[in-house]
């Protein structure tokens, strides 16, 4: 896409990251983990016991050390088991995001460090959501991953990811590549949320293919810091009445460069797309991208994009985009950055609350996104992570 | 030394920027008593309120007394942690915040009487929704006193509790207002009227322009707000009357003989 170029910085020094990682040996149950691994899973919607989850998958560093699912409606396993039971994965692999787009596709497809490979059979219910994990534990390392989704015909499938590094981690590169296909009738709400050491560089690069009737409901959650993290999904709704929304929260502290967005391209008849963010900057810099093109007469979609700007030393750029190819369109955008109001802080003061406790509510209320279409308790969950967000540094 | 005035303001200046909006006020509020304060639009009503609760935006001068204490420095916070509490007339929408929520972090009680009061103001599906987000007039001002009810605080500013309210909204709103101030007792086994009187000693300051939530609320003592200064100490009932008449008009006429004889 023309805008990648001026999107994608090849400005990180990747001489600095090691390539080669120990093997780590099997894990049979995530809860054996120490506390302090278990803790930082759960603040990255991995839930160690997997009571409300339908099928886990967990990655060390570049080995694949846990790998279940009790439900038969659905596969999860490593993508290089998958291609080795799949023929290689040819229908899919590569189709939607080319190994050759930029020097991060490149990698991933040099190195190959696994990732996984989760899909749903046709008419599959999965209720619970099945998690995976991606998990660094060395400093300095490099992973590069790439993940194959399929929600086959009338499947209902529902992931998340975390991606997350240790607590000694300070440093290190992730490079994902991410391919979702979402087929006939099928919808598939896909969580990621990062949790990743101040010094880590991070370089997600996914695309989503929807056919008719299908809908895909990203939410896409980065409350702590990362040094520099970069990432532009596209979602092509090629089916007829397909239906894509992104989610995006996102909280920038001091040193910290998050350049996120979504790109949504509408090519059939009566498609929708929303794409809704919400940036804080307590001081880091926060590039809000949306993009939404209309390629077929009719189709329908908005871009929400607001920010909260607390310090001086923070920087919210919001860049949203509607290109229409079409007659007969209706797209529209709002993009707002701003403070919080004094009015707002005041009446909450007036309640009793300390100017802080009123700030820390109000970000948190400005984070919180009711998401429609995504499971009640992992709307919960989402809510405790942002109410658990430590906002006392703001 | 008890003090025999919950609250107390003196010579209470209030400028907003360049402009002198109230100028040198003296009220004084006795434990278990309300006071209405009547006034046109525009005559400092809403200032007094936001003033003493020590919103930003005001510059002020003389003294706010609460319980004799010197309050007239302290941080919002601080002045409801004490004991003040105020409904407001056009309270801000807090995106994400649940109106359970908000209570669960704001207010002294909970639990079981939260749930009681919401059911009883009709605001039981309020609860999960946020904090007057598309709210009406009405589910504002019920949601106001829903949270002022679980505060709990002993001085309660109402401001104009019945703007924007339908008619059947205003007798719920009028009943709730009474039970908040301590105004509407029943008789106890135990108790006798006179002891639960003593032991309810909520004071209120009310502000209005119609004066029609005065039909639902008791109160013990009316004042009139104009030109920046207060005038009368009269019964409410009375005073309403008067208004409903004669209009604030009269108010004018008794101020300008008042200003004459000052000068005089």
């Known amino acids: 896409m023309s805008n990648d170029k001026k999107t994608l910085a090849d400005d990180l020094d990747l001489s600095g990251y090691r390539e080669d990682a120990p093997e780590h040996a099997e894990i049979e149950d995530l809860s054996r983990l120490s506390p302090e691994d278990q803790q930082v899973l759960l603040m990255t919607g991995i839930d160690p016991t997997g009571k409300q989850r339908y099928g886990s998958f967990f990655q060390k560093d570049h080995t694949v050390v846990h790998c279940r699912t009790d439900f038969e409606g659905a596969e999860i396993m490593s993508v290089t088991a998958a291609r080795k039971k799949y023929d290689g994965l040819k229908e899919y692999w590569g189709k939607l995001v080319p190994a050759d787009k930029d020097v991060y596709t490149r990698r991933a497809e040099e190195h190959m460090e696994h990732g996984y490979y989760i899909r749903s059979l046709p008419g599959a219910q999965v209720r619970y959501p099945l998690q995976a994990c991606l998990y660094l534990t060395e400093d300095k390392l490099a992973q590069d991953v790439h993940n194959i989704v399929i929600a086959e015909e009338a499947s209902n499938l529902n992931i998340i990811t975390g991606c997350a590094t240790a607590p000694h981690v300070r440093s290190g590169l992730h490079v994902g590549v991410s391919e979702f296909y979402v087929k006939k009738g099928a919808t598939l709400s896909f969580t990621m949320i990062h949790n990743w050491a101040e010094d880590m560089a991070v370089r997600p690069r996914s695309a989503v293919i929807l056919e008719e009737g299908a809908t895909y409901i990203s939410n896409y959650i980065c409350l702590v810091p990362a040094r520099d993290l970069q990432m532009y999904p596209t979602a092509i709704l090629k089916g007829k009445g397909s239906v894509a929304t992104f989610h995006t929260v996102l909280l920038a502290r001091p040193g910290s460069l998050m350049d996120v967005g979504s790109r949504v391209i509408l090519q059939a008849a009566e498609c929708r797309a929303e794409i809704i963010s919400r940036a804080v900057s307590t001081g880091g810099k926060i590039i809000a991208r949306g993009y939404i093109s209309g390629e077929y007469p009719g189709v329908k979609a908005h871009l929400e994009c607001k920010g909260l700007l607390l310090s001086k030393k923070g920087n919210i750029h919001a860049i949203p985009e509607l290109e229409g190819k079409t007659l007969d369109l209706d797209m529209s955008h709002e993009a707002a950055v701003g403070k919080i109001a004094q009015e707002e802080i005041e009446y909450l003061m007036a309640r009793g609350l300390s100017e802080q406790e009123a700030t820390s509510l109000i970000i948190k209320g400005f984070l919180s996104l009711d998401i429609v279409g995504l499971p009640e308790n992992l709307q919960n969950e989402l809510q405790q992570m942002i109410d658990q967000t430590d906002t006392d540094a703001m | 030394m008890k003090n ?233 009932q009375e005073m309403l009357n008067t208004l409903q008449e004669c209009g604030f008009q009269e108010c004018y006429r008794c101020f300008r003989k008042e200003e004459d004889h000052v000068k005089r």
């Open chain 2, 4 to 236: 025999e005035y919950l609250f107390e303001l003196k010579d209470f200046h209030v400028w907003v920027g360049e402009k002198e909006i109230l100028k040198g006020l003296n009220l004084r509020i006795k434990q278990g008593s309300v006071h209405v304060i009547f006034g046109p639009n525009g005559s400092g009503k809403t200032t007094l309120l936001n003033a003493v609760m020590g919103f930003s935006g005001y510059r002020v001068t003389g003294q706010i007394l609460f319980h004799g204490k010197d309050i007239t420095r302290l941080p919002v916070n601080e002045r409801a942690r004490l004991g003040i509490g105020i409904s407001f007339q056009r309270p801000p929408a807090i995106h994400g915040v649940k109106l359970r929520h908000l209570i669960a972090t704001s207010a002294k009680t909970n639990g079981r009487l939260l749930d009681e009061y919401a059911r009883k103001l009709n605001l039981v599906d309020f609860l999960e929704r946020d904090v007057n987000v598309g709210f009406s007039g009405g589910e504002i001002k019920r949601a106001e006193l829903l949270q002022l009810l679980l505060q709990d605080p002993d001085l309660i500013f109402l401001d104009e509790p019945e703007s924007g309210v339908d008619l059947e909204n205003i007798a719920l709103i009028g009943e709730y207002t009474n039970h908040l101030l301590g105004k509407k007792l029943r008789p106890q086994e135990d108790k006798t009227m006179k002891e639960l009187r003593r032991e309810v000693s909520k004071s209120g300051l009310l502000i209005t322009h119609t004066g029609h939530i005065l039909n639902y609320v008791n109160a013990d003592v009316g004042h009139i707000l104009m030109g920046g200064r207060i005038a009368c100490e009269a019964n409410p």
